[in-house]
């Protein structure tokens, strides 16, 4: 079977993003997972390295930029910035959507958090979150760009996402079950199923 694995550069004004993924390091398989996050926010990492680890991914990212501004336009434009050259690397790395399950829904619990999130790989990019997330910050990361980081990297992976927390009381319980239920739905998204059919009655994706 053909790696499923990609590299790829994102450059702006304001940050500059490294990423290489490998969709098949799941346990048993035989590439061994590796896992490196250096965004330069630290729950921020934390999410993306939760992402890649229940998703039976290997992620690398590497970012650079101007943190020091002001909260909006860096970590703003980090996260956006992120979860494009994430969505990126993970739509070329994943090839054509074809002999995978191309649906995949996760639950994922977290103490009193519980989130669902369901995934469509299917060239519609869509993205609907609930996350009912109440603290300004957690960590250094502003709340209220958590739906972004979901949002762009469903548009840019060519996904249509919905991400709902069902329940929590804690916004890092709820905003960390968001990306485990996220990881959850693409592993079983991308599973292959053994046959070389595209997942559509259209016969293209």
Not at 34 to 61: Q, R
Request: hydrophobic share 40%; charged share 25%.
């Amino acid at each position: 079977m053909a790696a499923r694995t990609a590299t790829i550069s994102r450059k702006t004004n304001e940050t500059q993003i490294e990423v290489s993924i490998n969709l098949d390091c799941t346990p048993g398989s035989k590439s061994a997972q590796v896992i490196e996050i250096s965004t330069g926010i630290g729950f921020l990492d934390h999410m993306y390295h939760a992402l890649a680890k229940h998703g039976g991914m290997s992620l690398t990212m590497k970012c650079k930029g101007d943190l020091w501004i002001d909260d909006h336009h860096t970590a703003d434009e980090y996260c956006k910035d992120s979860a494009i050259a994430l969505g990126t690397a993970f739509k070329q790395a994943l090839g054509e959507v074809r002999g995978i399950r191309r649906y995949g829904t996760g639950f994922a619990p977290l103490d009193e958090a519980l989130s669902r999130a369901v995934i469509d790989i299917c060239s519609r990019p869509y993205c609907v979150t609930d996350l009912g997330l109440k603290r300004e910050k957690i960590g250094d990361l502003s709340t209220e760009m958590i739906p972004h980081i979901f949002y762009s990297f469903a548009i840019a992976s060519g996904a249509t996402l919905h991400v709902d927390v069902l329940r929590g009381e804690n916004d890092h319980h709820r905003s960390e079950s968001a990306f485990k239920a996220l990881a959850l739905a693409i592993k079983q998204a991308i599973e292959r199923t053994g046959g070389d059919d595209i997942p559509s009655t259209k016969g293209v994706l």
